[in-house]
């Protein structure tokens, strides 16, 4: 038996991910506060070009282990689904209109940075819930999903906390919008 790199896009991305965070954290401490972390309001500059970059490259910083083990955790769960489900390609475009959605939205309307990938964890979950969708159908699945993890994240939302709930909601928007209009393979 030989071990498969089984789904290019989503373990290239965990890979990626893991090396910012080990070079952040021994080699060049401010490198994903720099290049891994959009802005918020007013911090973002048009003629600046590591504020567009950042725009997308958001989702590879994380603060520390726990917040990357914590989306990995659902992103290589899911992600290899999705990935044989609608190609390695389309799943890297998805990946990337949720960084830019959620990181322009952040940077328009939130005064914190904003890092990490749950923005891309909300899109797989809200996108696997569509599995088994047909035409002229909602899966229920999608509803139940769509209830308990948004549900809940609205309600976080009026917590004080750490935790960008909108990145989450935006996410699961662009998983949404993945699913029901079901891209196929670019």
């Not at 989702?59 to 044989?84: K, Q, R, T, Y």
């Not at 809200?126 to 969708?133: D, I, P, V």
Request: glycine content about 8%; charged content about 10%.
């Amino acid at each position: 038996m030989r071990i498969k790199y089984n789904a290019p896009t989503v373990l290239t991305y965990a890979f990626i991910s893991a090396l910012v965070l080990i070079f952040t954290q021994l080699i060049f401490h401010s490198l994903t506060r720099a290049w891994f972390t959009v802005p918020g309001r007013g911090g973002f500059s048009p003629f600046v070009l590591r504020s567009w970059v950042t725009l997308f490259t958001h989702v590879i910083g994380h603060a520390d282990w726990n917040h990357l083990i914590s989306n990995f955790a659902f992103i290589l769960l899911l992600g290899p689904i999705l990935e044989e489900t609608y190609g390695s390609f389309s799943l890297l475009v998805m990946i990337l209109i949720t960084a830019l959605v959620t990181g322009i939205l952040n940077a328009l309307l939130f005064p914190s940075s904003l890092l990490g990938a749950s923005g891309v964890v909300f899109m797989m979950i809200l996108l696997a819930s569509f599995t088994n969708f047909n035409k002229g159908e909602i899966p229920l699945t999608f509803i139940l999903v769509l209830a308990l993890y948004l549900g809940r994240e609205l309600f976080n939302s009026f917590k004080s906390d750490n935790i960008s709930e909108f990145a989450h909601i935006a996410g699961g928007f662009c998983g949404s919008l993945f699913g029901f209009f079901r891209p196929g393979r670019f």
